[in-house]
């Protein structure tokens, strides 16, 4: 039977934002995904502390995929808790999948510190999109690295847009408008719970 092919796109979705959606979409039709799952980190290690809980996150992004068929939410890093480090989430899933990493070109050029990155990329397949003020061009050891495991790097075409969480966060915290950044769905369920009323840091 055919592997599954299966896109990942990982986050802290605080919170889960128009550009986000529209990665998980670019990613599936160019690639011919079977399904995207939106991973959620419980504890991104590198970050400060988040702005909004693990539970809120996670209820804004099943808000976010509702009625989008082959985008799906997969709480296994808040389940496990703790630091997170993609390596754990990819030693957990199954493996009758084929896997592709979908991350924006600001995660790429951190890619050579997260834990363990030359084994993610054994495990799965590097799917970048651009970003505002990010290269694409993979740092020389992530190259190298590419070449001796014969894997390809896949860059999406994903028009640039400067929507980022912060970007919401901010405008939130100001009273503004948040039009054209966030489903709207997700917007009235953060007017309702009070989110990121809080200057942002
Ligand atoms: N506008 C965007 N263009 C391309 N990739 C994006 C964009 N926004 C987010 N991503 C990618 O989606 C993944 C999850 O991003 P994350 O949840 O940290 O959102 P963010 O907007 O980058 O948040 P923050 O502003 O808080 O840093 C990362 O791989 C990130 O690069
Ligand atoms: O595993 C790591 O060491 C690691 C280091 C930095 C980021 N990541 C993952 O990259 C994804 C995007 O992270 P962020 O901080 O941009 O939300 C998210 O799934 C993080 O868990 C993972």
């Given at each position: 039977m055919a592997l599954r092919r299966?896109?990942?796109?990982?986050?802290?979705?605080?919170?889960?934002?128009?550009?986000?959606?529209?990665?998980?979409?670019?990613?599936?039709t160019t690639l011919d995904l079977d399904e995207v799952q939106l991973i959620p980190a419980a504890d991104p290690w590198q970050r400060g502390p988040l702005a909004a809980s693990a539970a809120h996150r996670l209820a804004m992004l099943h808000i976010a995929v509702t009625g989008r068929a082959h985008i799906h939410v997969n709480p296994?890093?808040?389940?496990?808790?703790?630091p997170t480090?993609?390596?754990d989430t990819l030693r957990e899933l199954p493996a009758s999948a084929d896997y592709f990493w979908i991350l924006g070109a600001d995660q790429l050029e951190n890619f050579?510190?997260?834990?363990?990155?030359?084994?993610?990329?054994?495990?799965?397949?590097?799917?970048?999109?651009?970003?505002?003020?990010?290269?694409?061009?993979?740092?020389?050891?992530l190259i190298e690295h590419?070449?001796?495991?014969?894997?390809?790097?896949i860059e999406?075409?994903?028009?640039p847009t400067e929507i980022s969480a912060t970007l919401v966060r901010q405008r939130l915290a100001r009273g503004q408008s948040t039009n054209g950044l966030l489903d709207v769905a997700v917007a009235q369920y953060i007017k309702q719970n009070g989110l990121y009323q809080a200057p942002v840091a």
């Open positions: 299966t896109g990942l796109l990982g986050g802290s979705f605080d919170p889960v934002h128009l550009a986000h959606i529209a990665l998980a979409e670019t990613a599936r296994l890093e808040i389940q496990r808790g703790g480090y993609t390596i050579c510190s997260w834990q363990h990155w030359q084994e993610i990329i054994s495990l799965v397949t590097l799917a970048v999109a651009q970003r505002p003020g990010a290269r694409l061009t993979p740092a020389q050891p590419l070449k001796k495991l014969d894997r390809q790097l999406l075409p994903f028009e």
